[in-house]
């Protein structure tokens, strides 16, 4: 089963989007932090995709940006409020639709991109 990261402090979408890949078979990691997709990684489970949640503290820091080049990142980030990102497969502005979230995911898997 391949594994998505999904790291978002906004809960909703975090637990939302997980469901939503588990009921597609695809096993959706939520967390809040750089430091617990680390964990995650250091307990050997690295991901295939990884869904972020535009915000400051969780683009900018180091760990998630090395994840995010070497892994295909799809960003959720807002029209009105900016933050810099760093390059990723895919950005989708709020409102998104969760399904559309997990179909940007699937599509990624399709293409191979398998850690």
Known sequence: MPIVFV???DWTL???VRAELRERGIDGLGMESGDEAGRFIAAGQMP???VMEAMPEIAADPAIQQLVQRVPT???ASRTET???PPVDTVLYRPVRIGD???RVQEL???GHAA
């Open 7 to 9: 790291i978002a402090r």
């Open 14 to 16: 975090r637990t939302s």
């Open 48 to 50: 295939a995709v990884v």
């Open 74 to 76: 799809i960003v959720i």
């Open 83 to 85: 933050t810099p990102l």
């Open 101 to 103: 979230i997990v179909a």
């Open 109 to 111: 898997l399709r293409r």
